[in-house]
Structures are given as structure tokens and as C-alpha cells.
């Protein structure tokens, strides 16, 4: 095996000129708020987005799974029916400090332990 590397286009659109700080989560039972104000930011960035409200299309079951989209559509079934047919009405990829979550712990949202977040200010805003 060779080991090799390449240097980054600055034609690519997937390369980010700026250099992005990563933020660990300081424990599974802080807060979004805490966490925000730990890292000076208005929000976090999530590296893949969270279903927060589902409804099964087979029964009409409204819940809330709060999973990663991917796991939902992979592994998700309806608590009422158990049918996998489900509808993802409401998710999310970005969390700021004017959110209904704001103060639930980080594990409240299945958020990984061990995990570097991203976070962003006012001014770059999504």
C-alpha cells in the first residue's frame, strides 16, 4: 500500500477556503444553551439532519423520533403500527439559540458523545 496526497483546487466548491474551529461537546447532559454559550456561537451546525416530527402513512400516527434522517428512513417504523411507510414532516440541519430544543441536553437529541460540532455566528448565518 502507497500512501499519497493531493493538494486542495481552488476550483473545487467543496473545498472551504476558511479554515473551520470544531467544538467537542462538553457532556451528553449539557444543554444546547450551554453548549452555545460555551462556544460563543448562535447555532450549531448538524453533520447530517435530525427528524424531528414524523407521521405514518399507513395509520396516520403523528410522533416526534428526534433521529437522524438516515436512520429513520433506514430503520424507522411507526410506534402505533410498526409500518415502516412513514412521512418526515418536519427536520432539521442547524439548531440556534431561539429554538423551541434550546434547553434539552445534547442527548435529548441522540447526538453522538464523542463528537466535534461546527457552529456559526449571526454573521455567516445559513
Given at each position: 500500500m502507497k500512501e499519497f496526497s493531493s493538494g486542495v483546487s481552488v476550483d473545487c466548491p467543496f473545498h472551504d477556503h476558511e479554515?473551520?474551529?470544531?467544538?467537542?461537546s462538553p457532556g451528553m447532559d449539557c444543554t444546547l444553551k450551554e453548549f452555545l454559550a460555551s462556544t460563543s456561537a448562535e447555532y450549531i451546525?448538524?453533520?447530517w439532519p435530525l427528524c424531528l416530527k414524523a407521521k405514518c402513512l399507513a395509520c396516520g400516527h403523528p410522533?416526534?423520533?428526534?433521529l437522524r434522517l438516515a436512520a429513520l428512513r433506514r430503520h424507522g417504523q411507526c410506534p402505533s403500527c410498526e409500518s415502516k411507510n412513514i412521512l418526515e414532516v418536519e427536520t432539521i440541519r442547524a439548531i440556534g439559540r431561539d429554538s423551541s430544543f434550546i434547553d434539552l441536553p445534547l442527548s435529548a437529541l441522540k447526538l453522538p458523545v464523542d463528537h466535534l460540532y461546527t457552529v456559526g455566528s449571526r454573521?455567516?448565518?445559513?
Open positions: 479554515a473551520v474551529a470544531l467544538h467537542p451546525i448538524l453533520d410522533w416526534e423520533p428526534k454573521k455567516n448565518a445559513l
